[in-house]
């Protein structure tokens, strides 16, 4: 049998069913994220049936993720303080009993209400997820485990839509929600049979104020960030939301820095370690949301490609980031993490300046140019980035530490949408003289969205470049501290 101590708790750990927990872990993870990507394809469909429009039905997802970024922090937190394990198998019984609610709605409003029940049950299975998985692994393990997490993601994300199709096609919309109750259920038991119910590290409380105030303000970042697009950025009700954030901010910090035991050490954040890490994967994932936003409709509107075919073009990436996160994890065990990160960032880079060749004749052959090192170069980037800001929290932070990873991913991706979606059709008007067609800039002539593609992806390997920048400064930073330290 395979044990350590841990250092802090002075408990033995028992790392022998570390590949019964990571099922346990995966299982959760394809649940959420299958869900999270099956749900957009349905949207027309729903429309229809439901007898609404595209503003209304767009909330069934926005709603989920909203949910998500304003709970994320505070379930990590809380597994901490009460033991992750009882959170984690809640999580699965919450979502597993919201899907069948979705699938059963009978209007649009209980459709809505039953998805933000069904994200908070996604909140508890990901947001502590990656930390059960990293206190079932030995540390020298870490990286691995994590990339074998980024493969599920991975996997989720391509499924989703492959699988909502097939499913909507032949039985309507509402089976892709009952779908996940055999899925629930065998989570459940395997979260219950096997994610050792570890005590958590006594002394600690709930922050309750400074969750509320970190709660909210990450509601009204979301929420101007999402809703931006829609109303301007410069509109009152989204200036009022950002302004509203700064003031949560600060209020957060205040009660932080007089709380004996807060919900996050401010510390923390000194060691470049974590700082780097967090900053330099939400700026990935900005960069990642142009393939989310942009791509399906360059691809069916501007090339002319049939949709069936961009969703097999589009899961090339995922599919090769899913392929390579395990190997980047285990190997960045063995010889570090921040190198590893900088050539992904890197191989990136060289992905987002090759796209400005491409035009309304580009083949499915040349994009893959595009496709192949963009996965290549995040799925070598990602593992070590996850196993960078895991490895920089104190066991006692460990689900907060997962929820931090994920609230990254999350508002990376949210942020990524609004601000490079509102520069591409502001480029795209910028094109046509200022003003877009009575459809929007996806009514624009295709050589004027692929002009203002050429802007959006410089646009978006600047940030990278910044980043990587970034990433150098962090590992001199790291070099003076253990030189420090030796």
């Given at each position: 049998?395979?044990?350590t ?6 408990g ?7 590949w019964?927990?990571?099922?346990a ?16 394809i ?12 595209f ?14 970024a ?47 029940m069904q ?8 947001a ?5 998985l ?51 259920i065998?989570?459940?038991?395997l979260a ?25 303000a ?13 109303l ?55 960069c ?9 409709f ?17 899961g090339?990436?995922?599919?090769v980031?899913?392929l390579?996160s ?11 993490i ?8 890197a191989?990136v ?5 090759v ?19 963009l996965?290549?170069g ?10 960078a ?5 104190p ?30 059709a ?14 929007g ?30 990433g150098?400064?962090g ?12």
């Open positions: 049998m395979s044990t101590r841990s250092p802090e708790t002075s033995i750990i028992d790392y022998s069913r570390k019964l927990v990571m099922a872990v995966v299982a959760g993870i394809l649940l959420a994220t299958i869900d999270s990507s099956i749900v957009n349905a949207f027309p469909t729903l429309v229809q049936d439901l007898g609404t429009t503003n209304v039905i767009q909330w069934v997802s926005l709603a989920y993720l909203l949910t998500n304003t709970f994320t922090l505070g379930v990590g937190r809380l597994g901490d303080v009460v033991g992750k394990k009882k959170l984690y198998v809640l999580g699965f019984a919450i979502f597993t009993v919201a899907s069948v609610l979705c699938g059963i709605s009978p209007t649009v409003g209980w459709l809505i209400g039953f998805r933000v994200a908070l049950g996604a909140v508890l299975i990901m502590l997820g990656s930390a059960i990293v206190e079932a692994f030995p540390p020298h393990e870490r990286g691995k485990a994590l990339g074998y997490v980024g493969s599920a993601v991975s996997v989720g994300i391509i499924t989703g839509p492959a699988l909502g199709g097939l499913i909507i096609s032949g039985f309507g919309w509402r089976p892709i929600f009952l779908v996940n109750l055999p899925i629930g065998i989570g459940t038991w219950i049979r096997n994610v050792p119910d570890t005590s958590p590290v006594p002394g600690q409380r709930f922050d309750v104020p400074g969750t509320i105030l970190l709660s909210l990450l509601l009204s970042l979301s929420g101007a960030v999402t809703l931006g697009q829609d301007g950025f410069t509109s009152a009700p989204i200036v009022a939301a950002f302004a509203a954030f700064v003031v949560l901010v600060a209020a957060f910090i205040r009660v932080e820095l007089r709380s004996p035991s807060p919900m996050i050490q401010l510390r923390l954040f000194s060691n470049p370690m974590l700082s780097v890490s967090v900053l330099s994967g939400f700026l990935a994932f900005v990642l949301s142009v393939t989310f936003l942009l791509m399906p360059y691809l069916e509107d501007i090339v002319g490609l049939q949709v069936g075919f961009v969703g097999l073009l589009l090339v990436q995922p599919l980031m899913g390579v395990p190997v980047s994890g285990s190997l960045s065990d063995r010889i570090g921040r190198r590893l990160t900088l050539i992904g960032l191989i880079l060289v992905a987002l300046l796209f400005r060749s491409f035009d309304a004749d580009t083949t499915p052959a040349q994009f893959l140019l595009f496709a192949i090192p996965g290549l995040l799925g070598i980037f990602q593992s070590p980035n996850n196993s800001i895991m490895g920089s929290v066991p006692s932070y460990m689900g907060l530490g997962g929820g931090i990873m994920t609230l990254t991913r999350l508002l990376g991706i949210t942020t990524g949408v609004a601000v490079l979606g509102s520069l591409w502001a480029n795209v008007a910028t094109q046509l003289g200022g003003s877009l067609p009575p459809g800039a996806t009514d624009a002539p295709a050589w004027a969205q692929v002009e203002a593609l050429h802007t959006t992806m410089t646009v978006a390997a600047a940030i990278i470049g910044l980043t990587l920048l970034i150098v400064w590992l001199r930073q790291e070099g003076r501290l253990r030189s420090t330290a030796g």
